[in-house]
């Protein structure tokens, strides 16, 4: 399976964002047959399920490697905030992801799921460090900080933002707004 995830992510981003992966260019790459890689995978949208699956949770391993390093609440969740932005500007990993991005566009289910998984992943590990800052309902505001930091990357991502400071931009952002009160009206 290994090896079609590589030689899937390995395409993709050779392909970049305009032109389609097909199955059996997967398969020629991996130095495989189509049996096995139906053996893995119902269709190409579960491959690229399955390469945003294992991006996410790489990209969550990477985070809580930087988050762990600091000591205090405040510090984790700008460690974490400008690791992700981080990633995107990545010549590497940023091209991965535009490409993953784009072939997952192509599918509602992927893309939706996709959007989902890094929503949660970002909300789960901003909940606790918020929780430890004492603000007030600490996973709401971890999903708002997830959808804000979701559009910075984003915007890194396809270049309409200049990617110079805006790690500690977004941080203080996200950081003034959770700490902001509430008005329930």
Known sequence: MRRLLDAGLTLLIDRGTSEAVRVADIVAAAGLSNRAFYRYFASKDDL????????????????????DRETSPERRLRAMIAGFLRQATDPVIGAATRAVLAQSERSRDVAGSAARAALDMIAGLAADPLAELGVERPRDKARLVAITLSGA??????????????????AAYCLAGVRAPVDAR
Do not use: C, F, K, N
């Not at 690229?48 to 391993?61: L, N, T």
């Not at 984003?154 to 977004?170: P, T, Y």
């Open 48 to 67: 690229v399920a399955a390469i945003v699956d294992d991006g996410m949770r790489r990209a969550e391993s990477y985070l809580r490697h930087l988050m």
């Open 153 to 170: 990357v984003q915007d890194v991502l396809w270049g309409r933002h200049e990617r110079s400071s805006r790690a500690e931009e977004v």
